[in-house]
């Protein structure tokens, strides 16, 4: 156990699970780990409340649950670069590549390949799991991600997703005709019968925003332009189910019975669905912000990959 303390020094009134994740690098279950078992004092009592909201001056002090021999596997992963230099790298990140290393899945992950290779561990205070992530992708979500190269960089670049300074694209095939621009404004809950997937709610949670719009539509399917205000786990395809039309091919949220349908008519049985859908058709495709080290106006974009390109494919040959 290390012993680490920390002053409040804004007035943001931050829940004080909220500051100690962004603050210590730990996650959501390490934070609730410790404070379950005592190991978070606020002024110099013991606080089991991660909900409350610290103000200037507060004091917190934890203890740290040193990782048992915990290293890094580095491994040689292809990654596609779109950019880098000494403080970030933009890559594109292919579909089946899970971002950082977890219980169960302690290698052949992204922070796996950027170890040593991309980031020196050396410019990152203390050893984690996720050095250089400043925000995810799902596995079989492919696209565009900023990898942190550095500490400094790591919280500057943290910090515009916070603040919301980062604009962030995406493409995705979905069930059903959507023929107008619309926006979906909910929040997002842990679904009360499996805690892997995420529903949309009124009321608790946290708050998603989704703006959305039709860039090629099709008998029974649509190519969408989705541009997400807040990033919350699963945001699209959990507001895509919402208001059912849901992402192409996503075995959690999505609708196997549509994507049979899909597949039949595009040529495929139902033996052979996954070799047309493999995975939800979603692709980060655009990132624009301003860069913390020079302010200047960045921007990138990515394809999308060829198993959607193959999809969009038989779409359009079937509307001719």
């Known amino acids: 156990m290390e012993k ?3 002053k409040v020094t804004s007035d943001d009134r931050q829940r004080i699970d909220v500051f100690l994740r962004e603050t210590s690098g730990l996650s959501r279950s390490q934070i609730k780990h410790i404070m379950d078992n005592g190991n978070v004092s606020l002024n110099g009592k013991i606080t089991g409340s991660p909900g409350y909201k610290l103000k200037r001056g507060d004091y917190l002090e934890y203890l740290e649950e040193l ?4 290293e890094l596997i580095k491994q040689d992963i292809p990654l596609n670069i779109i950019y880098e230099d000494d403080n970030m790298m933009i890559i594109n990140k292919q579909a089946g590549l899970v971002v950082h290393p977890s219980p169960g899945h302690s290698d052949g992950t992204l922070v796996n390949a950027l170890v040593g290779k991309h980031i020196n561990e050396e410019d990152y205070e203390g050893t984690s799991s996720r050095i250089g992530i400043v925000h995810r ?7 565009l991600m900023i990898i942190a190269r550095n500490g400094d960089a790591h919280h500057k670049l943290a910090a515009l997703f916070k603040e919301k300074k980062i604009n962030k694209t995406y493409r995705c095939i979905v069930h059903g005709r959507v023929e107008q621009v619309g926006h979906i404004n909910t929040h997002i809950v ?5 805690r892997l997937k995420y529903t ?3 009321s608790g949670g946290k708050e998603a925003y989704t703006i959305f719009e039709p860039e090629e539509i099709f008998s029974n399917t649509t190519l969408l332009k989705v541009r997400i205000l807040t990033g919350r786990t699963h945001q699209i395809r ?3 189910n919402y ?12 609708n196997k019975s549509k994507d049979n349908d899909l597949a039949g008519c595009l040529g495929y049985d139902i033996k052979s669905r996954e070799d047309l ?33 193959r999809v969009l494919s038989l779409l359009r040959a079937r509307a001719r």
């Open 67 to 70: 990782p048992k021999k915990f």
């Open 137 to 143: 992708l799902d596995r079989d979500t492919s696209g």
């Open 243 to 254: 208001i059912k039309n849901e992402v192409v091919g996503d075995p959690v949220y999505g």
């Open 277 to 309: 859908l493999p995975r939800q058709m979603l692709h980060a495709s655009e990132l624009e912000f301003e860069n913390p080290f020079n302010g200047k106006k960045m921007f990138f974009s990515a394809e999308i990959p060829d198993d959607m390109k």
């Open 4 to 6: 680490k303390s920390v």
């Open 238 to 240: 959990v507001h895509m």
């Open 190 to 194: 842990r679904d009360a019968n499996n």
């Open 200 to 202: 949309a709610k009124y």
